[in-house]
């Protein structure tokens, strides 16, 4: 059984920075593509970004590129997003997901398919 736990979520102003960390334990997932999603009150769960097993090959939505970075260490098991020049509009729940392909499958379709879920961990950006 693989579990996914997403930590590094609170209250930050407008301008400021977090790192989110997502861990995997129950076995290795270093073959995995991993990756965020996040999804705001009242609106549909989007892609954030995603990092292939590697680590070599990276994909940021429009909407955080330039802000946002992922990244991974596979000795740690662990994906990190870190965040920065957060905007109001970035406070969601942010959800760690691994699979077992890389590609448009993360980008359509809003993440349905993902082969490992967290549970995810509330940012909350004030402005």
């Known amino acids: 059984q693989v579990q996914l736990v997403e930590s590094g979520g609170g209250l930050v102003q407008a301008g400021g920075s977090l790192k989110l960390s997502c861990t995997a334990s129950?076995?290795?997932?270093?073959?995995?593509?991993m990756g965020w999603f996040r999804q705001a009150p009242g609106k549909e769960r989007e892609f954030v970004a995603i990092?292939?097993?590697?680590?070599?090959?990276?994909y940021h939505a429009d909407s955080v590129k330039g802000r946002f970075t992922i990244s991974r260490d596979n000795a740690k098991s662990t994906v990190y997003l870190q965040m920065d020049t957060l905007k109001p509009e970035d406070t969601a729940v942010y959800y760690c997901?691994?699979?077992?392909?890389?590609?448009?499958?993360?980008?359509?379709?809003?993440?349905?398919?993902?082969?490992?879920w967290g549970k995810g961990t509330l940012v909350t950006v004030s402005s």
């Open positions: 990092i292939s097993w590697s680590g070599t090959s990276t």
């Open positions: 129950g076995r290795t997932l270093s073959s995995y593509a």
């Open positions: 997901a691994a699979d077992h392909l890389y590609g448009s499958n993360w980008y359509t379709g809003g993440g349905r398919g993902m082969d490992y």
